[in-house]
């Protein structure tokens, strides 16, 4: 069985590119939680995702960040106009049924903004 | 967001030692979950508590779920050295949603052999 899988795993952008994040969830997972870690720190919440529906965004910032997770397809996070503020490691957790202990995460994408 | 207060920050070890770590909050939180974070890689659940005062175990991990529900401690006894790693604790907070982690900024373990 396939864990969740996570590309790319290292991505450099300049400032004022855009990045797009991928997070294909676990087989049968159609709950998907994006997490943000700046170095040194401990992973914070983003955003929620049920299949083609955003659950809860209050972790997002307001302007630049989106998030999916259409019918067919991975959940992709996107980052307009990156600034440096932005490198950090982004990690996406899928669960089967919602329950906290059941979030599975993937190796994260690496995302350092020149 | 609130993060959870947890120490050490770091702590460096002989192989064969004991270790203990522990996360407060001045919340009430109603789940404590431990994580282990390779270097490179996502976050791995070793323990989940759901009952103040209840003490779980996984092989050499144990874990307590504070009496007052507002901490958590994880012991880790006799030390590999493939327990090097990031250690997190992470919780939902009582009232809160169930499924918005809040995590400490981990504790750093180094074993050496």
């Known amino acids: 069985n396939a864990g969740v899988m996570q590309n790319p795993r290292h991505l450099v952008r300049r400032r004022g590119q855009e990045a797009r994040l991928r997070c294909s969830p676990m087989?049968?997972?159609?709950?998907v939680y994006w997490y943000r870690q700046l170095p040194e720190e401990g992973l914070k919440f983003m955003v929620y995702?049920?299949?083609?529906?955003?659950?809860?965004e209050s972790g997002m910032p307001k302007e630049r960040f989106s998030a999916e997770f259409p019918k067919e397809g991975p959940s992709i996070l996107r980052i307009q106009q990156v600034v440096r503020g932005d490198s950090a490691a982004y990690f996406c957790?899928?669960?089967?049924?919602?329950?906290?202990?059941?979030?599975?995460f993937g190796p994260g994408t690496r995302l350092t903004v020149l | 967001g609130q993060q959870l207060n947890q120490s050490p920050q770091s702590m460096f070890i002989q192989e064969g030692e004991d270790v203990s770590m522990n996360c407060t909050s001045s919340?009430?939180?109603?789940?404590w979950l431990w994580y282990k974070q390779d270097p490179g890689e996502g976050p791995v659940l070793l323990i989940a508590?759901?009952?103040?005062?209840e003490l779980t175990s996984n092989g050499r991990l144990t874990a307590q779920f504070g009496i007052t529900r507002k901490d958590s401690f994880l012991n880790i006894s006799a030390s590999i050295p493939s327990d090097v790693g990031i250690y997190f604790c992470?919780?939902?907070?009582?009232?809160?949603?169930?499924?918005?982690?809040?995590f400490g900024k981990g504790t750093l373990l180094t074993v050496n052999p």
């Open positions: 995702l049920q299949k083609e529906n955003i659950i809860d």
């Open positions: 919340s009430i939180f109603n789940t």
């Open positions: 957790a899928s669960s089967l049924n919602g329950h906290p202990n059941e979030q599975f």
């Open positions: 508590l759901y009952k103040a005062g």
């Open positions: 087989k049968g997972h159609s709950h």
């Open positions: 992470a919780g939902l907070r009582s009232g809160g949603s169930n499924y918005k982690l809040t």
